[in-house]
Nanobody
Framework: QGQLVESGGGSVQAGGSLRVSCKSS?????????VAWFRQAPGKEREGVAS????????SYASSVTGRFTISQDTANRAVHLQMNILKPEDTAMYFC??????????????????????WGQGTQVTISS
């Protein structure tokens, strides 16, 4: 997967939207790689938010973001995006993307556990004000 670089974080008011992106320096491998977004707020454990299997496009979401967040692949730009809508103050956190190769078959749901992922980006801050 090469190096991962996140972008797109920022500050918005509750109810607003943001899109964060994760770009790979070498691209993601079709039907081999999974990419996930995690977040960590001060004093809290890292939480899996969403994951996607590159190629099949299968996704997994945390219950706290289902219906509000959408993860998508953008292979032309070697990126994975996380569209975040109806943002809440509790979504405030540092958001990290991570990737792993050989994450199961094309019909297997992509994992969303931090312990599985091997390559990590540096993170981008998302702050939601009430």
């Amino acid at each position: 997967q090469g190096q991962l670089v996140e972008s797109g974080g920022g500050s918005v008011q509750a109810g607003g939207s943001l899109r964060v992106s994760c770009k790979s320096s070498s691209g993601f491998r079709w039907n081999r790689d999974c990419v996930a977004w995690f977040r960590q707020a001060p004093g809290k454990e890292r939480e899996g938010v969403a994951s996607i299997k590159i190629g099949s496009g299968l996704t997994s979401y945390a219950s706290s973001v289902t219906g509000r967040f959408t993860i998508s692949q953008d292979t032309a730009n070697r990126a994975v995006h996380l569209q975040m809508n109806i943002l809440k103050p509790e979504d405030t956190a540092m958001y990290f993307c991570a990737a792993i190769t050989e994450c199961g078959g094309p019909r297997d749901s992509p994992p969303i556990s931090a312990s599985v992922y091997k390559v990590w980006g540096q993170g981008t801050q998302v702050t939601i004000s009430s």
